[in-house]
């Protein structure tokens, strides 16, 4: 028998049988699917607290030990003591019922390339105006207080702590001071970098060009009542000697310009391409994807690459 009629016999009957179990088991069909009709088509949705407690789980594996749902809400094991998702505070089940004293922990999204630039219109003086009224008079309402939740995974809840966790080493040439864990990461990301050397030149001139790098320093983010990763000892900045006419930050373009969140691209200072690349692969976000742009600051963000599904490789 040819192949071709073969195929056409193999249907036949595939179709015959179909039809014959259809009518024969009709009833049971119609029972099994009304029993079927009871149970979800889909697992339910994966909800944002789910995703982010198993991205920290994920991203920190020395520090959390498990994760998993428990009194109603998802929960990691870090240290020894289970936090909860509690509305994204992130705060210890003990503090659950102090829900109101901590502010929800950010985690933003981060996009693979650099995003479309977009034009946005400048607000008018009055405008501006009102705006840094209702800034000065929100600062002087209370405030819940930071979350505590990177000051424990990091154990430095005070300067004193987090000094006792800084190592000084070498990166590119240069001195740093950053947290010992994440030391063997920019060890990794360092020798990527001189790899890529061999193959473009023009990051030699990059690295020749650098200050010396801000690394560990105790303090809050700028203009801002929330600490810096700086003060853990998990972000870098990377700048050169001379920025010429270039912008990095955005705080300090918004002193000579009001429209600081217009200047182009081509007006920003940016890190070789090819270096972002490697800080991102090994879990550290670039600061010239922000909208508050600081393009010279790299920070150890792995579980911001997880929830923004980046490729990643994990150091354990």
Known sequence: MRLFERFRLFVFVIISLTFVGLSCGGKQSVENATVNSEQPDEPPEITRAERVMKALHLGYPQEITAVEYRNDDWAVLMHDVWYCYC???????EK???????????FYR?????????????????????????????Q?????????FMDDLWQSRD???????????RFLGRTI?????????????????????EKDRTIQTWINSLAPPESWSWRNIAASESR????????IDLRPRSLGRLQTYWLWTSQNRSDWFNVPYEERYHPPEAVIKIFETHGFVWGGKWQRFDTMHFEYRPEVMILNEMPLILHQ
């Open 140 to 148: 002087q309402r209370p405030r819940p207080s930071r979350s505590s």
């Open 159 to 169: 300067r004193n702590e987090a000094y006792s966790n800084i190592r000084t080493v």
């Open 87 to 93: 509305e994204g505070r992130l705060l210890p089940e």
């Open 96 to 106: 659950r019922e102090e829900i109101a004293d901590y502010r929800s922990q950010i």
């Open 110 to 138: 981060y996009s693979e390339e650099l995003p479309p630039f977009v034009l946005r219109p400048v607000p008018e003086p009055q405008a501006r105006n009102n705006n840094n009224n209702n800034n000065a008079a929100a």
């Open 177 to 197: 001071r950053v947290h010992h864990k994440i030391v063997d990461v920019l060890s990794v990301v360092e020798e990527l970098i001189l790899e890529e050397v």
């Open 228 to 235: 810096s990763f700086h003060s853990y000892g998990v972000a």
